[in-house]
């Protein structure tokens, strides 16, 4: 049983997604109408497009994630017996979360840090402030993953 707080949570992160896609969409229409009908086009707004598009990939991400959405290969899994396939299944996601964790996590914890200093030289904002999607990205795919776990320990997932 899914609660309240759990539907809010991956309501809010996909309606994040949703504002972003839609964002980028407007903004791009925008920049196209500023520079070849009225001749002047907009300095920042490919770069906040850009922006947008990196926080919508890695928040996203998480999103696929917990909607059982990224390609998965269960050839070898499926032919095992029943009773073995969850833990292979536990296992798999164990691996995920290690790997996300090592490159999500703590390079893009790294790269937000060595970014800290830098100016964006279009919109003069932190340059951490785009790479810090990364890190937020990792750890919500981090922790859908763990719920996955969840779901499958229950008995919820196939």
């Known amino acids: 049983m899914t609660s309240k707080i759990q539907v ?3 309501r809010f992160w ?3 997604v949703i ?4 964002g980028i969409v407007v903004l791009a229409f925008t920049q196209v109408i500023f520079r070849y009908i009225l001749n002047s086009p907009l300095t920042w707004s ?3 497009c850009r922006y947008m598009y990196v926080w919508m990939v890695f928040v996203g991400s998480a999103v696929v994630i917990n909607g059982e959405g990224h390609l998965t290969l269960t050839f070898f899994v499926d032919k095992m017996p029943e009773r073995v396939q969850r833990p292979l299944k536990v296992v798999a996601n164990l691996i995920v979360i290690f790997i996300l964790f090592l490159i999500f996590i703590k390079e893009g914890a790294y790269m937000t840090n060595v970014t800290s200093r ?3 030289a279009t919109v003069g904002n932190k340059m951490s402030w785009i790479y810090v999607a ?3 990205g990792g750890v919500l795919m981090v922790l859908n993953t763990l719920r996955r776990i969840v779901r499958l320990l ?3 997932l196939q």
């Open 8 to 10: 809010w949570w991956d």
């Open 14 to 16: 996909e309606i994040l």
């Open 19 to 22: 504002v972003l896609l839609f």
């Open 46 to 48: 490919e770069a906040i």
């Open 118 to 120: 830098q100016i964006s």
């Open 134 to 136: 990364i890190p937020v």
């Open 154 to 156: 229950k008995g919820q």
